[in-house]
């Protein structure tokens, strides 16, 4: 499996941006989907945005047009950027990987608090 270390998440006012970070211990390029879930306070888990080896992407509802997943396999790294943040968006963002060999590989989250 591949370890995922998330970064860059804190405290924004709503209407700012925020740019996290996935890094992965090995390269990803032939990782399948990689994507960022967020856990509200209360809430379950849910996909936020996803991305595909060829470079497919999809998002949640409620974040099209504010967030953009990209993936950088020279870096071994996915981003996510947030703009437009709003306090519902407020919630731990985890990183997961996805490899048919492997199975899920999950990072140990970064904290995202907007404030109103």
């Known amino acids: 499996q591949v370890q995922l270390v998330e970064s860059g998440g804190g405290l924004v006012q709503a209407g700012g941006s925020l740019r996290l970070s996935c890094a992965a211990s090995?390269?990803?390029?032939?990782?399948?989907?990689m994507g960022w879930y967020r856990q509200g306070p209360g809430k379950q888990r849910e996909l936020v945005a996803g991305i595909t080896s060829d470079g497919r992407t999809n998002y949640v509802d409620s974040v099209k047009g504010r967030f953009t997943i990209s993936r950088d396999n020279t870096n071994n790294t996915v981003y996510l950027q947030m703009n437009s943040l709003k306090p519902e968006d407020t919630g731990v963002y985890y990183c997961?990987?996805?490899?048919?060999?492997?199975?899920?590989?999950w990072g140990q989250g970064t904290q995202v608090t907007v404030s109103s």
């Open positions: 997961k990987a996805y490899e048919r060999m492997f199975g899920d590989s």
């Open positions: 090995r390269s990803i390029f032939s990782i399948n989907a």
